[in-house]
Nanobody
């Protein structure tokens, strides 16, 4: 079992930066690929970025490529999402998710079983 807790959200102005953290408990976290998603009011959940278990592979949605950077520190059981040049369209609740199957590349499809955090609110004012 893995429990995830996101933190680092808040209210910022357009152009500012935030760094989100996803802290995990559970032995398998360091063996699991992890992804970040967000959901804005009235919209579907959107995949943003993922990182494999070792940190050697990262993937990004076009909407955040070049602005967001995902990283992980397995010694601290934590995954980060550095968000730069934030825009009002980035306003949403941000979630991290750890894939339950270990050693596999991240699959953002909802059919792939994942552990989820409770989310952290990011609000960007224009």
């Amino acid at each position: 079992q893995v429990q995830l807790v996101e933190s680092g959200g808040g209210l910022v102005q357009a152009g500012d930066s935030l760094r989100l953290s996803c802290a995990a408990s559970g032995r398998i976290f360091s063996s699991s690929a992890v992804g970040w998603f967000r959901q804005a009011p009235g919209k579907e959940r959107e995949f943003l970025s993922s990182i494999n278990w070792s940190g050697s592979r990262t993937d990004y949605a076009d909407s955040v490529k070049g602005r967001f950077t995902i990283s992980r520190d397995n010694a601290k059981n934590t995954v980060f999402l550095q968000m730069n040049r934030l825009e009002s369209e980035d306003t949403a609740v941000y979630y991290c998710a750890a894939q339950t199957s270990i050693w596999k590349p991240f699959n953002p499809d909802a059919k792939e079983s994942k552990y989820w955090g409770q989310g952290t609110q990011v609000t960007v004012s224009s």
